[in-house]
């Protein structure tokens, strides 16, 4: 299993971006999938889980603002960020896993290398 995110970037308050994970290895339809970050000095959170189902949860700090999909086709895993604020900057992470407690606990079995996410004010 590998997953490689892309699409992150430098972009101003109020901007949007999307961030993409490529997966290898797997069926994305089969594994539950989230999108979770880490600032500088920060523990690591939770933003977005989409559940093999097609579920959802987000993060109270991005609901209305943060979308993830999941395209089975192209075996792709997609964080659409919009209305981006400062807090926002860190980098995110990919992750995947077949086991619902995995995801639900966040503990992740496979995960990308990251990629940087910086919202200037």
């Known amino acids: 299993v590998q997953l490689v995110e892309s699409g992150g970037g430098s972009v101003q308050a109020g901007g949007s971006l999307r961030v993409s994970c490529a997966a290898s290895?797997?069926?994305?339809?089969?594994?539950?999938m989230g999108w979770l970050r880490q600032a500088p000095g920060k523990e690591r959170e939770g933003v977005a889980i989409?559940?093999?189902?097609?579920?959802?949860w987000r993060a109270d700090s991005v609901k209305n603002r943060f979308t993830i999909s999941k395209d089975n086709a192209k075996n792709t895993l997609y964080l659409q960020m919009n209305s981006l604020k400062p807090e926002d900057t860190a980098m995110y992470y990919c992750?995947?896993?077949?086991?619902?407690?995995?995801?639900?606990?966040?503990?992740?079995?496979?995960w990308g290398q990251g990629t940087q996410v910086t919202v200037s004010s």
């Open positions: 290895g797997y069926n994305v339809s089969s594994y539950c």
């Open positions: 989409v559940f093999s189902d097609g579920g959802t």
């Open positions: 992750a995947a896993d077949s086991r619902l407690v995995k995801c639900l606990t966040r503990t992740f079995s496979y």
